[in-house]
């Protein structure tokens, strides 16, 4: 795989979780009242615009940057991590 490629596949990853967990809540969304159903809906519709944003945007940056500030941020974490859990 390329860099694009894994990035791309990562995110279909989460299809299948994001299905069970619709199926999961759909008594709850079902239980939504008729008049609140727009702003559910808009809600809905917002999210998945800007989600789809988000996601071409970290598409384009890792096309054209790559991995390494991510992996810097995880090694940066994991210090943090390590030094929060001996401090206590």
Do not use: H
Request: proline share 3%; no cysteine.
């Amino acid at each position: 795989f390329n860099r694009q490629a894994a990035a791309r596949y990562s995110f279909l990853l989460s299809s299948p979780i994001t299905a069970a967990a619709v199926v999961l809540k759909l008594p709850d969304i079902l239980a939504i009242p008729r008049s609140e159903i727009d702003v559910f809906l808009i809600g809905v519709l917002v999210s998945g615009v800007v989600g789809a944003l988000a996601i071409g945007f970290l598409l384009d940056y890792i096309r054209r940057a790559g991995f390494a500030i991510f992996a810097i941020y995880r090694v940066l974490l994991a210090l943090l991590v390590v030094i929060v859990y001996f401090m206590r």
